[in-house]
């Protein structure tokens, strides 16, 4: 195989998918009556993310793991709707 080069797309980089994450957080959070979830920090993961959330709201009583998990399921849900950034193809 001739390989000329190699993406390595960190989410965001070639596909737009922060507000399809921000979605399946929110609907997460909406199973525990949290309705004003603040956005999520870019670039940690979602593991971090739920960790801080825990904190925040106590509530919440899955574990961080299930919190991925069930996050993860509703990004691919809607993996249809995830974009590719403007001028990747050119």
Known sequence: MD???FIFDL???IIDNEEIYRKAFVEVAR???IENLPY???GIGIELNWQRYKTLYPQITKTVEELTEMTQNIYL???EYIKLRPGFVE
């Open 40 to 42: 999520q920090i870019l």
């Open 11 to 13: 989410d965001g980089t």
């Open 77 to 79: 849900d809607n993996i």
């Open 3 to 5: 390989q000329k080069g």
């Open 31 to 33: 199973k525990f009556n």
